[in-house]
């Protein structure tokens, strides 16, 4: 089976990339920062509810982990980079969601620039919907999977992920509409 890591998977890109591992069956092992306010563990807490008791994911400290996973995404900084002492097989990537300002040389690991997104988190209504320049968010998670599973795309230091849109406005809003009735608690209070 594949074993997959995600450092930091606190926000709704890596929890939608959690749900997308777990649907192709890949072991996924998640931490989040120790840094979190009290409304930030009670939002997170609501968001690994999302997810279920399900056989395939689980909530770590890095010491806890394995030594070695098939692949591993960081999106954000763990406290005395403690992620550098793990491998992975096929890949680890630093998930961006802009150029960084800072020279790429400087990076330890490749990263990997994702474009916009929209998602169940959009509040805007009028941005809930798809327009030429964003991409469902489980698209874009999809993509990311498929690119990091090939052999040969590791040339560069940065980056530039190509997302095929896949999802319709229709199946979009379906799934929008399916995440709220499911996660309608904390998350939905912040809203009001």
Same mark, same amino acid.
Not at 22 to 41: A, R
Not at 121 to 136: I, Q, V
Not at 171 to 185: G, P
């Given at each position: 089976?594949?074993?997959?890591?995600?450092?930091?998977?606190?926000?709704?890109?890596?929890?939608?990339?959690?749900?997308?591992?777990?649907?192709?069956?890949?072991?996924?092992?998640?931490?989040?920062?120790?840094?979190?306010?009290?409304?930030?563990?009670?939002?997170? $807490?609501?968001?690994?509810?999302?997810?279920?008791?399900? @056989?395939?994911? %689980?909530?770590? @400290?890095?010491?806890?982990?394995?030594?070695?996973?098939?692949?591993?995404?960081?999106?954000?900084?763990?406290?005395?980079?403690? $992620? !550098?002492?793990?491998?992975?097989?096929?890949?680890?990537?630093?998930?961006?969601?802009?150029?960084?300002?800072?020279?790429?040389?400087?990076?330890?690991?490749?990263?990997?620039?994702?474009? %916009?997104?929209?998602?169940?988190?959009?509040?805007?209504?009028?941005? %809930?919907?798809?327009?030429?320049?964003?991409?469902?968010?489980?698209?874009?998670?999809?993509?990311?999977?498929?690119?990091?599973?090939?052999?040969?795309?590791?040339?560069?230091?940065?980056?530039?992920?190509?997302?095929?849109?896949? !999802? @319709?406005?229709?199946?979009?809003?379906?799934?929008?509409? $399916?995440?709220?009735?499911?996660?309608?608690?904390?998350?939905?209070?912040?809203? $009001?």
């Amino acid at each position: 089976m594949e074993t997959g890591l995600i450092i930091g998977a606190d926000e709704f890109f890596g929890l939608t990339l959690c749900e997308y591992m777990m649907k192709e069956g890949i072991q996924v092992d998640i931490t989040c920062p120790h840094d979190h306010t009290e409304e930030q563990k009670l939002l997170l $807490e609501e968001r690994m509810m999302w997810l279920g008791r399900n @056989d395939l994911v %689980r909530v770590i @400290d890095l010491q806890d982990g394995k030594e070695t996973y098939d692949l591993i995404f960081i999106q954000s900084e763990e406290p005395n980079k403690r $992620e !550098t002492d793990i491998k992975a097989q096929q890949g680890m990537y630093r998930i961006l969601f802009e150029e960084p300002e800072d020279e790429p040389s400087k990076q330890n690991v490749p990263a990997v620039i994702l474009p %916009r997104m929209f998602g169940p988190w959009t509040l805007d209504e009028e941005r %809930r919907t798809k327009n030429d320049h964003s991409f469902f968010v489980e698209d874009v998670a999809k993509d990311l999977l498929k690119w990091a599973s090939r052999t040969n795309q590791r040339q560069d230091m940065t980056h530039q992920l190509k997302v095929e849109s896949q !999802t @319709d406005d229709k199946q979009a809003e379906e799934m929008i509409a $399916e995440w709220k009735r499911q996660n309608s608690t904390f998350f939905d209070k912040k809203q $009001e």
